[in-house]
Nanobody, 126 residues
C-alpha cells in the first residue's frame, strides 16, 4: 500500500516562499512520476506540477510556471514543491499524488493518480 505524507504548509505573506515535502512509502519510488495538486475552497482540485520518476522531466500548470519548482530525492523517497513569489490565489490545500501505473509521459489528470496524501494547507495573505 502506497502512503504519502505531506508537510511544509503554513501561512505566508504575498511574495514569500514555502517548500512542501511529500514522503512516500510502499513501492519502488523512483519508478513512478509524482504530482502535486491543490484545491481551494469551493473549487475543483487542480493540477499544479509533476515530475518524472528519475526527476529529469517536469510539467507545470500555467498559473505556477516560473514561480514553482518540483523536484525529488529518490534516495529519500521524497518529492518537493518549492513555491516562490506566492500570491493570495495560491491559497489552497496542497496534495501530493502518485499514479497507479507506469507511464512514458508525465500525467496531469487527477484521474491518473490513485494514491493521495492527506493534504497540507497553504495560506497566502495579501
Amino acid at each position: 500500500q502506497v502512503q504519502l505524507v505531506e508537510s511544509g504548509g503554513g501561512l505566508v505573506q504575498a511574495g514569500g516562499s514555502l517548500r512542501l515535502s511529500c514522503a512516500a512509502s510502499g513501492r519502488t519510488f523512483s519508478l513512478y512520476a509524482m504530482g502535486w495538486f491543490r484545491q481551494a475552497p469551493g473549487k475543483e482540485r487542480e493540477f499544479v506540477a509533476a515530475v518524472s520518476g528519475r526527476g529529469g522531466n517536469t510539467n507545470y500548470a500555467d498559473s505556477v510556471k516560473g514561480r514553482f519548482t518540483v523536484s525529488r530525492d529518490n534516495a529519500k523517497n521524497t518529492v518537493f514543491l518549492q513555491m516562490n513569489s506566492l500570491k493570495p490565489e495560491d491559497t489552497a490545500v496542497y496534495y501530493c499524488a502518485a499514479p497507479v501505473s507506469l507511464t512514458n509521459y508525465i500525467p496531469r489528470s487527477a484521474g491518473e493518480f490513485q494514491y493521495w496524501g492527506q493534504g497540507t494547507q497553504v495560506t497566502v495573505s495579501s
